[in-house]
């Protein structure tokens, strides 16, 4: 996983110092394909921890949902639209749902 890892991280700083244009799209296309070298290195580490990387991702979908859905909640208690919000406005709401189920 760490070798795929360095790996998408080299395709990621190559396209992001890549001109515009072919360049820059061929690197895009890199990406993909060392993030798929990634995702499934992970599942066969999966297997070999004999994790159900399917419900591991199921059970992650889940938890993003309904924190997502109060995130939705919190800003709309504050008066804000997530669209019209701040990445840093919007983590700092995340976040605080994060810690809130971890207590």
């Known amino acids: 996983m760490e070798e795929e890892i360095g790996e998408l991280k080299t395709a990621v700083e190559n396209h992001e110092s890549a001109p515009e244009g072919a360049v820059k799209e061929a690197h895009k296309k890199e990406i993909e394909a060392e993030f798929g070298d990634l995702i499934f290195s992970l599942i066969n580490y999966a297997r070999f921890l004999q994790v159900d990387a399917e419900n591991a991702l199921e059970l992650t979908n889940k938890k993003f949902i309904h924190?997502?859905?109060?995130?939705?909640?919190?800003?709309?208690?504050?008066?804000?639209?997530?669209?019209?919000?701040?990445?840093?406005?919007?983590d700092a709401i995340w976040n605080s749902i994060k810690r809130q189920k971890e207590l």
């Open 67 to 90: 924190r997502f859905t109060q995130m939705e909640q919190t800003a709309l208690k504050e008066g804000k639209d997530l669209q019209s919000m701040s990445l840093e406005e919007m």
